[in-house]
């Protein structure tokens, strides 16, 4: 069931969405190679608790085998598409694509964001690539609007990959996202304009856009967590989470 959130329960997404884009700004400069995912994990778990919040993927699910998600961050590197776990063995080398993806509780209440970054020079289709998606998401979110429905939001974000012929991720989406981090529906990144629930002033989303410089194919790793691209292909993620007003969308996740 999608539900719709009232003016005060949106002020605490947006603090902590606040949290969250205070955090990847300071992971941002953190990213230099030589640098472990393990130490920006440290970093963000302790801005979050430091602004009073809870890190919301720090044991996360944990299922049919899968252990529980061990880090407070998701940082994928080159072909890993999202869900990369943090690790002290897990060193930033110059030349990688890193996408961090955060969330935090608030008084209850969550945010999801994520960026990918170039870790010094790299070649230009990568930068491309990185550019697009976050294109991407900025055109889900304009589609976002009250009486659009959600294929519009998906046939934005899609556009723009298939202008530049790149891998369109389908099995991992976007989402609801309220007092539980994945809520519904699902906002797929693929679509077809005019379909799917109509959107309404007082959802939340959080939107998502994951392109691959190949195949869109994906796989998951061993660990139960790590998506990969099934090409080896490197991958670009970037995520806001928003709030629909009665004009239009808020984003939540921006300093």
């Known amino acids: 069931m999608v539900t719709i959130k009232r003016a005060e329960e949106i002020a605490r997404m947006r603090h902590a969405g606040t949290i969250l884009a205070e955090v990847l700004a300071a992971l941002e400069d953190e990213l230099l190679p030589g640098v472990t995912t393990a130490e920006l994990d440290a970093i963000a778990e302790r801005m979050i608790r ?4 809870v890190p919301s993927f720090l044991g996360y699910g944990g299922s049919r085998g899968t252990m529980p998600f061990p880090g407070s961050i998701c940082a994928s590197i080159n072909d890993e598409v999202v869900h990369g776990i943090p690790s002290p063995k897990r060193r930033i080398q110059a030349g990688d694509v890193v996408g961090l993806d955060v969330g935090c509780i608030w008084q209850g209440w969550h945010a999801d964001a994520a960026r990918t970054f170039a870790v010094g020079p ?7 690539l990185i550019d697009a998606t976050r294109l991407a998401l900025n055109e889900g979110i304009a589609a976002a609007v ?3 429905r959600l294929g519009d939001i998906g ?3 899609e556009s723009v990959a298939r202008a530049r ?6 099995p991992f989406v976007g989402h609801g996202i309220g007092t539980a981090m994945h809520e519904d529906p699902q906002v797929p990144n693929y679509g077809r304009p005019g379909t799917g629930l109509r959107i309404e002033p007082g959802m939340c989303f ?11 194919d994906v ?5 139960g967590w790590t998506v990969v691209t099934a ?4 991958s670009a993620h970037f995520e806001d989470t928003i709030a629909i007003g009665a004009s239009g969308p808020e984003v939540l996740t921006r300093g």
């Open 155 to 157: 046939a934005a974000i």
């Open 146 to 148: 009250p009486g659009n």
């Open 231 to 234: 090409d080896g292909s490197l």
């Open 50 to 53: 430091d602004a009073g919040a």
């Open 165 to 170: 012929g790149y891998g369109v991720v389908r």
């Open 206 to 216: 959080a939107i998502e856009p994951m392109f691959n410089l190949g195949d869109a």
């Open 219 to 223: 796989s998951v790793l061993d660990d």
């Open 122 to 128: 790299v070649p230009g289709r990568v930068l491309e």
